[in-house]
Structure formats: C-alpha cells, structure tokens
C-alpha cells in the first residue's frame, strides 16, 4: 500500500470554483490592479503635494507624513510588486513553474507578517486603543469603538485577522498547487517503465522516432 505523504493530501488542482491556473492569474491580475492603483495615487501625491499634504500634526506629531522620500519608496515598493505579480500571472499563463516563485514568496512573507500583527495584539492589547487615539479626531465611529469593552474589541479584531489570514492561507495554497500543477505537467512528458522494481527513463518520444540506420553487414565471401 502506498503511504500518501501530508503534502499529497492537500494538493488539489481546484481554487474556488476554478482551476488552480485560472485562479492563480485571476488572483495576479486582482493584485496588479490593487497595485496599479495605488501607484497612480502615489504619482498623484508626487505631482500635486499640496492636494495629498496630510501633517502628522492631526496623528498627534509634527512631521510630514507624505514626504517626498516615503512616498518614492512606496512607488518602489508598488512597481516591484506589479512585477511580481505580473511573472505570476504571465508564469501561470505560459506554464512556466519558476515565474510564480517570487509571488509565492511574497504571499508567505506577507501571511507571516499579518501573523505577528495578530500575535502582537493578543500579547499587547492595549495596542489597540493606542492606535485608535492615533486617528484623526473627524474618523467616523472612532468615538463608539473607543467606547466598547477593551476585551470585546480585541476578539473582533483578532477574529477579523484571523478570517483575513485564513483565507490568505488559501489562497497560498492555491498557488502552490499551480506550481506543483505545472511542474507534473512538465514531468509527465517523461515516460517512465518500470521493471523488476528499476525505473528507467525512456527517451522523449521525438528522439525515439528518429531510428538511426545501422551499418551494412559485410559483404559475403565464398570459401
């Protein structure tokens, strides 16, 4: 009996109701967007810094919060990500495993990180009210949730997280599924026979077609 290995066991070639090539490039195109637009906000902000001037004044500081140096990083940060994401949907389009590898990346780094923000909170609650009374005094319902039970918010609020990283979960294993897809596709281009428990490897089936001529026999000769 063949032992299924844990890894085997979760691999499924569907994403929701897709196939998991079709949901990695949707799931790539979705953060390119996400990205594309929050990179033209930035342009914006570089264009016309007086219309997204925001002063660390109303957060409780007195620096500029939009200066000309963070917001060149988060240009940065946004063009590399619609790079990735666009190896990931191009890698996943084309069939090509390692063009997905950086967006996997990126989804452990980003699930990883969303997970000490949670684990953070439970161990320092009152980081929530802190940031709250960091907001701007004009926020809707900042008033109503300051007001709740310090106990009851932070539940929401890690019950919140955990939703959004269970479902990032997910969706990382979507696209590990799409890699693992893509590189059985590959491996299943090489026939494999086995006999007497030794696997050999045959020729691709182009190679094995081209039957090369052998040398004439000898020329007979009477005695």
């Known amino acids: ?64 919060f939009t200066d000309d140096a963070s917001i060149c990083i988060a240009t940065a940060i ?8 666009g190896m990931a949907t191009y890698g996943a389009y084309k069939q090509r495993s390692a063009w997905i590898v950086p967006f996997f990346c990126y989804q452990i780094f980003d699930c990883a990180l969303n997970t000490l923000v949670a684990i953070s909170l439970v161990v320092y609650p009152n980081s929530i009210q802190d940031y709250l009374q960091q907001l701007p005094d004009d926020m809707p319902y900042k008033e109503d949730i300051m007001s709740m039970n310090p106990t009851y918010l932070l539940f929401i609020v890690v019950f919140f997280i955990s939703v959004i ?47 090369t001529e052998k040398d004439p026999p000898p020329p007979y000769i009477s005695a």
Do not use: Q
Not at 14 to 36: A, D
Not at 41 to 63: C, V
């Open 165 to 211: 990283l269970a479902f990032k979960a997910y969706l990382i294993a979507c696209v590990w599924n799409c890699y693992r897809y893509i590189n059985s596709r590959h491996s299943a281009d090489v026939l494999v026979y086995v006999a007497n428990d030794t696997a050999v490897l045959l020729p691709p089936y182009d190679e094995a077609s081209i039957i």
């Open 1 to 64: 009996m063949r032992m299924i290995s844990p890894a085997d066991r979760w691999y499924s070639t569907k994403c929701c109701c897709c196939h998991v090539r079709t949901g990695t490039i949707i799931l790539g195109v979705w953060y390119m967007l996400i990205n594309g637009a929050v990179l033209l906000i930035l342009l914006s902000a570089l264009g016309d810094p007086d219309h997204y001037h925001l002063i660390h004044a109303e957060l409780g500081t007195n620096f500029d």
């Open 78 to 85: 946004s063009l590399l990500m619609i790079t990735i994401c």
